[in-house]
């Protein structure tokens, strides 16, 4: 059965600091997809990343990076000079082929300013 | 306009009422979900729908009734809840339905069982 971890329950830093956001991901597919959420207080989740199993290349966008280790089963998640609005909960997804999406419980990241 | 909307925000019902959850997506997609978020449980998928016809279904009490008349409206229908049914429902669309894609969500109704 597939299962995502994402141990940090919250995570309380200060502006401009950087933070990342840890995801472990269990499968038993070859083929698989990851996702990264962002849902705000507004309450919508918003798409962030998504990255194939085949595909280990490390991602960054603006403040934003991903990395995903295939040998450890994580894809974590590092803001950058992090900033107040970026406080909000993150999701880590995984899919497998059989299209089914397994959400990890969520890390609360508040950035104070 | 947000993609995905939403009606309506917040609802209170008792368990006796019945009323029914709207969901609109203006993106011209084929897939549509509902997802059960509650306090202290992780995201929880309701149904699936592709194309109108619903694929999935994670066993969900039949006081959750769901509707999809066209690609682009959802529905959830309410009936005789429980106070633990108190959650955010959260509709989603996707381009299509498979592991590939990427989902677009709502902003939630509220819903509170008194």
């Known amino acids: 059965a597939q299962k995502v971890t994402q141990a940090q329950t919250e995570i309380s830093v200060v502006e401009k600091e950087d933070v990342t956001l840890d995801c472990v991901y269990e499968t038993r597919d070859t083929t698989y997809y990851l996702f990264w959420y962002k849902q705000p207080p507004s309450g919508e989740l918003v798409f962030l990343i998504r990255r194939n199993s085949f595909d280990e290349q490390n991602e960054i966008s603006g403040r934003y990076s991903w990395n995903f280790q295939k040998s450890t089963s994580s894809f974590n998640f590092t803001i950058t000079a992090s900033q107040v609005v970026d406080s909000a909960v993150y999701f880590c997804a995984l899919s497998e082929h059989a299209g089914k999406s397994t959400f990890g419980d969520g890390t609360t990241l508040t950035v104070k300013p | 306009e947000t993609g995905v909307t939403q009606t309506p925000r917040h609802l209170v019902m008792g368990m006796t009422n019945k009323k029914s959850l709207k969901c609109e997506q203006h993106?011209?997609?084929?897939?549509m979900y509902w997802y059960k978020q509650s306090a202290k449980k992780p995201l929880e998928l309701m149904f699936v729908y592709s194309l109108e016809e619903r694929v999935e279904n994670n066993s969900v009490p039949s006081r959750f009734s769901p509707e999809c008349p066209n690609s682009s409206h959802l529905f959830l229908h309410l009936h005789t809840l429980q106070p633990e049914d108190s959650a955010l429902y959260l509709c989603?669309?996707?381009?299509?339905?498979?592991?590939?894609?990427?989902?677009?969500f709502g902003p939630g109704t509220r819903l509170t069982v008194t």
């Open positions: 989603a669309s996707s381009p299509g339905q498979g592991p590939y894609y990427e989902q677009y």
């Open positions: 993106l011209g997609h084929n897939a």
